[in-house]
């Protein structure tokens, strides 16, 4: 299956924001306002201020898996990162860029199934919004427990959703992670890699063939 890359700028909430899609290439021979794809996966990255952005490993790991299943993909900066314009707003104004991204993708697919996949601070991001969206999946991977208050999340999450953590997370505690996943009124299905720290390194393999293996 060949892919088509697509690089622009879309309008935010306080100004103009960076997107990177992949599309099969049968959909991009296609009128833009008429493609049609059953599924889009949204990927948010880890922390603006700590030199997360769109092009982080583990976010393009996970690009590259949701690619290869045949998913439109599309990879975005947060305000104030990279071209995006803005500055970093606390998780707040990060939730308004996601939904821009969102509707976005909405005006140049027929979507007919939406996955929001986060890294990081960026899976803080997309469980905050993911009710305003009523996506069909999730896929959280090492979220930040601890640094932001998860517990505003009392519903949990009404759609498919797995989490995937490290064990030797050396950010946030795993173990902190797995207690607050248990304790919400919908768990998710948590997918352990026991050696695999925060950023993954050295298991970036791993965790491509596990997004594979879950959203296949």
Not at 41 to 68: I, Y
Not at 89 to 106: F, I, S
Not at 124 to 143: D, F, G, M, N
Request: hydrophobic share 45%.
């Amino acid at each position: 299956m060949n892919i088509v890359r697509k690089e622009t700028l879309i309008d935010g909430a306080v100004g103009l924001l960076e997107v990177r899609c992949f599309v099969p290439e049968l959909l991009s021979m296609e009128v833009e306002s008429d493609l049609k794809s059953l599924k889009l996966v949204v990927l948010s990255h880890p922390h603006p201020l700590h030199g997360g952005t769109m092009n982080n490993k583990v976010v393009t790991t996970m690009e590259r898996a949701f690619k290869g299943l045949g998913y439109v993909t599309v990879a975005y900066n947060f305000r104030g990162v990279g071209q995006s314009e803005g500055v970093y707003d606390e998780g707040v104004g990060e939730q308004e860029d996601l939904l821009a991204v969102v509707a976005w993708a909405k005006t140049m697919f027929a979507i007919e199934h939406v996955t929001l996949a986060g890294f990081s601070f960026g899976s803080y991001v997309s469980l905050k919004v993911q009710e305003r969206l009523a996506v069909e999946a999730l896929c959280t991977v090492a979220p930040p427990v601890g640094l932001y208050d998860f517990f505003e999340i009392e519903g949990g999450v009404k759609n498919v959703w797995s989490l995937i953590q490290g064990g030797q997370d050396e950010v946030v505690s795993a173990l902190d992670v797995v207690d607050w996943a248990l304790s919400l009124k919908r768990s998710p299905d948590i997918y352990w890699r026991a050696q695999a720290g925060h950023f993954f390194h050295g298991e970036l393999i791993w965790l491509k063939k596990a997004i594979e293996l879950i959203f296949k």
